[in-house]
């Protein structure tokens, strides 16, 4: 039973939690690591040699079309869709593999690193109500998948932003997720820096654009102004 691991970056130099991520896989059996790379810089590139990895550099904005590739590409019997500044307890791997006839997709518990009263309400309700209730999981939940499903609907799909949600949607039309006790911490990383209020706001309003159609390009460029996160604003 192969794990493929799939983590799409872009300026992630200095994203701690990402090299951290790569170490605390080092230990694992039987998983490959897959790094979906856009227009990284070189001091990521040096850094990135020092584990084993596969590593393509895509000049694919859309993280979706990233993720996509990676999981095109991958060997494995389950693709785990991995969140770049997510930390995943590594039980889960293990978990996962022991399992693998019990589920056909689903997501870890989503946590943030940082803790603030309104993150741990934001949790709670990405794990409980978006999630057990609405069967919608985030990216930084870490999603994984049966590759041979993925197949199936031609894998992550190609939007620039809610591209996680649109897979969930895709996805629980045929089957029921489940989602697993192992936690993923995620950094609040927009929250921080863009504010909790007016970082809520973006999100309801983005959400709102989604629902009625509007592009998805042009939301994530709303959504990557001045961050410049998972994509090239």
Request: aromatic share 16%; glycine share 4%.
């Given at each position: 039973m192969l794990i493929s691991i799939i983590i799409p970056t872009h300026n992630d130099g200095e994203n701690n939690i990402f090299f951290q991520t790569?170490?605390?896989l080092r230990s694992l059996k039987n998983i490959e690591v897959i790094v979906v790379d856009l227009d990284s810089k070189s001091d990521f590139l040096g850094k990135i040699k020092n584990y084993?990895?596969?590593?393509?550099?895509?000049?694919?904005?859309?993280?979706?079309?990233?993720?996509?590739?990676?999981?095109?590409?991958?060997?494995?019997?389950?693709?785990?869709?991995h969140h770049p500044r997510s930390l995943i307890d590594?039980?889960?791997?293990?978990?996962?593999?022991?399992?693998?006839?019990?589920?056909?997709?689903?997501?870890?518990?989503?946590?943030?690193?940082?803790?603030?009263?309104?993150?741990?309400?934001?949790?709670?309700?990405?794990?409980?109500?978006?999630?057990?209730?609405?069967?919608?999981?985030?990216?930084d939940h870490c999603i994984f998948v049966k590759?041979?499903?993925l197949?199936?609907?031609?894998?992550?799909?190609?939007?620039?932003?809610?591209?996680?949600?649109?897979?969930?949607?895709?996805?629980?039309?045929?089957?029921?997720?489940?989602?697993?006790?192992?936690?993923s911490q995620t950094s609040a990383i927009r929250f921080e820096k863009n504010g909790i209020v007016f970082q809520s706001c973006m999100n309801f309003i983005l959400k709102?654009?989604?629902?009625?159609?509007?592009?998805?390009?042009?939301?994530n460029e709303i959504y990557e102004k001045g961050l410049n996160l998972n994509s090239k604003k």
């Open positions: 790569l170490e605390n084993s990895i596969t590593y393509y550099s895509v000049p694919l904005q859309s993280r979706g079309k990233r993720l996509s590739y990676g999981s095109k590409r991958a060997n494995g019997d389950i693709i785990l869709y590594i039980r889960a791997i293990d978990f996962l593999k022991e399992h693998h006839q019990s589920f056909h997709w689903g997501a870890l518990t989503h946590n943030f690193i940082e803790k603030r009263w309104f993150y741990k309400f934001t949790s709670w309700y990405s794990n409980y109500i978006r999630g057990d209730i609405r069967k919608i999981y985030y990216l590759k041979h499903i197949d199936e609907i031609n894998h992550m799909p190609p939007h620039e932003i809610f591209e996680d949600t649109v897979l969930c949607n895709l996805l629980k039309k045929v089957y029921k997720p489940i989602r697993i006790e192992f936690v709102l654009c989604f629902a009625i159609g509007i592009s998805t390009k042009k939301m």
